[in-house]
């Protein structure tokens, strides 16, 4: 299989602590997206990192990636109640084409007031 | 933002009766279209691609004969499942992009619950 792996599978922490998650891929890449999806709904695109960039922000969040060890983070900084969702990473393969997106397995985070 | 809407939003049906889910973008022509897959606390994982105008891609493993795709104009393509089974239900996920570049972000609808009895 092509998917990647997220770790940890479920994070529970308080409102203002940060979260972190982490996904590993299998294939070289042309860019990492990072996606929320609340409880059965749609997904939202959070933010593109392109294979050539290692470090990218965007308001709460920050998000890296390390091509060599084929690997992503993305951190979520001071957490809120409404940040509880599943997040999934995304790679658009260099193999798989253009905008075929292989998700990885996701990350369900759980923000307690 | 650009926005995706999906019809039905939750369906169920009897065994062997066909189901259609419409996947419109209401505010971008879109020129490719995504059918994902998702079942309960698991991950997408991608049915087909559509452009409009042609066939439909089909991932390895998944029937083009069951899974029907018509992406009949730049705002609209429906997945028809063919004598849905009760292993058919899942939750049906489209997206849109409006263009062919790597970085054009993809739009997800909301997804259609398919329960098949």
């Known amino acids: 299989s092509q998917q990647g792996e997220e770790d940890p599978q479920a994070l529970s922490i308080q409102e203002g602590e940060n979260a972190t998650m982490n996904c590993s891929y299998k294939t070289s890449i042309n860019n990492l997206q990072w996606y929320r999806q609340n409880s059965g709904r749609g997904l939202v695109h959070l933010i593109l990192?392109?294979?050539?960039?290692r470090e990218k922000h965007s308001g709460r969040l920050r998000v890296t990636l390390d091509t060599s060890k084929k690997s992503s983070s993305l951190l979520i900084t001071a957490s809120r109640a409404a940040d509880t969702a599943s997040y999934f990473c995304?790679?658009?393969?260099?193999?798989?084409?253009?905008?075929?997106?292989?998700f990885g397995t996701g990350t369900r985070l759980l923000v307690s007031p | 933002g650009a926005v995706v809407s999906q019809h039905p939003s939750r369906v169920i049906c009897k065994s062997g009766t066909s189901v259609k889910i419409e996947c419109r973008s209401l505010d971008f022509q879109a020129t490719t279209m995504f059918w994902y897959r998702q079942f309960p606390k698991q991950s997408l994982m991608l049915m087909a691609t559509?452009?409009?105008?042609?066939?439909?891609?089909?991932e390895q493993g998944v029937e083009k004969d069951k899974f029907l795709i018509n992406h009949a104009s730049l705002t609209l393509s429906t997945l028809t499942v063919t004598s849905a089974h009760p292993e058919d239900s899942s939750f049906y996920i489209c997206s849109a992009s409006e263009g062919l570049a790597d970085t054009d972000t993809q739009y997800f609808g909301p997804g259609t619950r398919l329960t098949v009895l």
């Open positions: 559509s452009n409009e105008g042609s066939k439909a891609t089909y």
């Open positions: 990192i392109r294979s050539n960039e």
């Open positions: 995304a790679t658009d393969g260099r193999n798989t084409g253009f905008q075929k997106l292989v």
